[in-house]
């Protein structure tokens, strides 16, 4: 026993001579997506590539962690009169092919996304009539008429160099260029010479895996060490594991709508689907992960608004409005793959209304084409608020399909007096006056019933012990934003 103590006392002093060496900075983040980059294009306006791109390219103006404005290839900005902006840029940026930035990348690459065939910003930008270089760091944007979300608007504009056109080679000013791509694989390297904070990682792997099961084994075996889109059901076993799972509102509200041309033209017949309804679709389906609402915004965001009541079951109510409507009411419901037992629930709860209701799957593709052509009895429709603001929704599916408003208006809704209190708010920059305006259209389309909101869903992220990582309001998974711990 006391050699044994001898032995254990020598051993430790013999330890503590030992040069300790100092731990490992790991050389590389992996972080996984359910969907694959499909456009290596600035253009793109998709969430699924911006997730990827938002790692290399920047963009005028950001949003925080928590979706307040913050700076980024502009320092500072602000508006000279109701219709003209300026924004000064920073200075000493350079992209990551050496070359430095300036204010006539900015003027080209707003212009492009404005006018370019390829591009899908351009409806998002139509209300910029011109921009302008005043200096090398220095911009003016001229606007048609008033624009309160100009600034949500330019966060979503790529700045790439002047007269650069091959979009399929990403050349950027952000933390992380392209190291090399792969299928469903893409490796970026840290860009030593970036303005700001330098990344932790010097590599990011960034990697597609559909399959559920292969993403739950991906993280489980610390193959990857931040993953996106955790499937419900896997979540306890990930906790068992450690890793952490956190959830965090989507912005986007999932509803169903009516079609005013057919059958639903009779607003009885939505009032008895709007009572007829169960409101537990949250509770029954999201296996925690979905919040009930009781309005097309999602909860928190400019327009969301605390005054509006509560949608409440109420069968019997539900029946004296279908009992309005003379004869048989035999509707199509039509959703996307996936939502089949939402929509037999669907089926059930109107079944209690005397309304008869065949349900109709497509793929994703085939059903939006359906929706947007107006040949849908009503829909599950879901809508997220990538500009933070119900207007978006509000200028995009309620407003009359005029111009370039309305052009997810399958609902063929159409009234005068709401037209003109989006184009209002559309306009308005005292940020008071355009609540009560918003608050006023959310009123008036749930009174009209052009719809039944459901809920709003949750994004689940997997993140493992090794590493630290704040959620964004955005979604978005930034490499430069991920360190490592005890290091």
């Known amino acids: 026993m006391k050699f044994f103590r001898i032995l254990l006392l020598f051993t430790l002093l013999l330890s503590s001579c030992i040069p300790q ?30 997730k990827y791109l938002s790692n290399i390219y920047e963009t005028l103006v950001r949003y925080d962690k928590t979706f307040d404005y913050d700076s980024s290839l502009a320092l500072s900005w602000g508006r000279f009169d109701d219709l003209t ?28 996304a404005m006018t370019d065939n390829s591009s899908q910003l351009k409806s998002l930008l139509n209300n910029i009539d011109k921009i302008e270089k005043v ?4 911009v003016r944007i001229f606007t048609k008429s008033p624009d309160p979300l100009l600034l949500n608007k330019l966060v979503n504009v790529y700045i ?38 330098s990344p932790y990682y010097k590599e990011a792997f960034l990697t597609a895996i559909t399959d559920p099961e292969l993403r739950l084994s991906a993280i489980l075996s610390n193959e990857v060490q931040v993953l996106a889109n955790v499937p419900p059901q896997y979540v306890e076993e990930m906790e068992e594991s450690g890793v952490d799972v956190q959830d965090f509102p989507n912005l986007e509200v999932s509803s169903l709508m009516f079609n005013f041309i057919g059958i639903f033209s009779d607003k009885n017949l939505r009032e008895a689907v709007y009572y007829a309804l169960a409101t537990d679709y ?15 915004s999602a909860s928190g965001m400019s327009g969301y608004s605390r005054k509006l009541t509560d949608r409440n079951q109420n069968v019997e109510t539900a029946i004296e409005f279908r009992s309005k ?14 939502l089949e037992k939402l929509a037999e629930k669907v089926k059930l709860d109107l079944a209690a209304a005397n309304i008869n209701v065949t349900v109709l799957v497509s793929n994703p593709s085939y059903f939006q084409n359906k929706i947007l052509a107006g040949e849908s009895d009503f829909y599950f429709f879901g809508w997220k608020y990538d500009l933070a603001d119900v207007s978006d ?57 052009i719809g039944v909101p459901l809920f709003e869903s949750e994004l689940l992220y997997g993140i493992r012990p090794e590493v630290i990582w704040d959620i964004r309001l955005d979604g978005q998974i930034l490499a430069s934003e991920i360190v490592g711990k005890g290091v």
């Open 85 to 112: 902006w300026e924004f000064r840029l920073r200075p000493e940026v350079i992209f990551q092919d050496g070359n430095s930035f300036d204010a006539e990348d900015v003027v080209y690459s707003i212009t492009t």
């Open 21 to 50: 060496q100092k731990a490992q900075i790991p050389e590389k983040i992996s972080i996984a997506y359910a969907e694959p980059l499909t456009s290596f294009s600035p253009l793109d306006y998709s969430a699924n590539n911006r």
């Open 135 to 138: 200096d090398d760091y220095k």
């Open 325 to 338: 409507y003379k004869g048989e009411v035999n509707v199509t419901l039509d959703v996307p793959t996936g």
């Open 282 to 296: 949250a509770e029954e389906f999201g296996s925690g992960y979905l919040l009930s609402t009781d309005q097309f």
């Open 160 to 197: 790439f160099q002047s007269n650069y056109t091959d979009f399929n080679t990403p050349i950027g000013t952000g933390p992380y260029y392209i190291k090399s791509s792969e299928s469903a694989n893409i490796t970026l390297e840290r860009f030593d010479s970036y303005w700001g904070p």
């Open 393 to 449: 929704f509000f200028e995009t599916v309620v407003h009359s399909q005029v111009g370039a408003y309305g052009s997810f208006n399958g609902m063929s809704y159409s009234d005068v007096d709401v037209d003109e209190y989006i184009d209002q708010a559309s306009q308005l920059l005292d940020v008071s006056e355009r609540q009560d305006v918003l608050a006023l259209i959310s009123k008036r389309i749930l009174e009209d019933r």
